[in-house]
């Protein structure tokens, strides 16, 4: 096991313990190795890295996904929670959301604003 993919397991750990064996589940029939992959790219080699703290990214990850456009709606809710697990309150989320109308146009910021609604709607909604 690389050091990348030990630091980006650890840091899914604390977003989203289920996400490598989703991942797995989802696409390693198609692309062998897909989740873990991921899992040290990503995370291991851009998300753990110093300079910037998780809350950050997270918010960074969410602008780009949200400017994006609506294609990225399923990266984008799971993105959201986890800057939700990252610390960040749901008025950056809509914020960071919400600046991208400047960058991305009021389709992609909406298009997130009903991400967003989404994610928090399932989380109000009662077990």
């Not at 800057?83 to 997130?112: D, F, H, K």
Request: aromatic fraction near 6%; charged fraction near 20%.
């Amino acid at each position: 096991m690389t050091d990348a993919l030990e630091r980006g397991r650890a840091l899914i750990t604390k977003l989203n313990p289920d996400l490598e064996t989703v991942l797995g589940d989802r696409y390693d029939g198609l692309v062998p190795g897909f989740a873990e992959s991921l899992i040290e790219w990503a995370y291991g080699r851009h998300y753990a890295r110093p300079g910037l703290d998780l809350k950050t990214r997270q918010l960074c990850t969410i602008a780009a996904l949200t400017v994006l456009g609506g294609q990225t709606g399923p990266q984008l809710k799971v993105n959201i929670e986890h800057t939700l697990a990252a610390g960040a309150s749901r008025e950056e989320i809509v914020e960071a959301i919400w600046q991208m109308a400047v960058y991305g146009g009021l389709p992609a910021a909406i298009n997130g604003l009903n991400a967003a609604q989404e994610v928090f709607d399932t989380r109000n909604a009662p077990a």
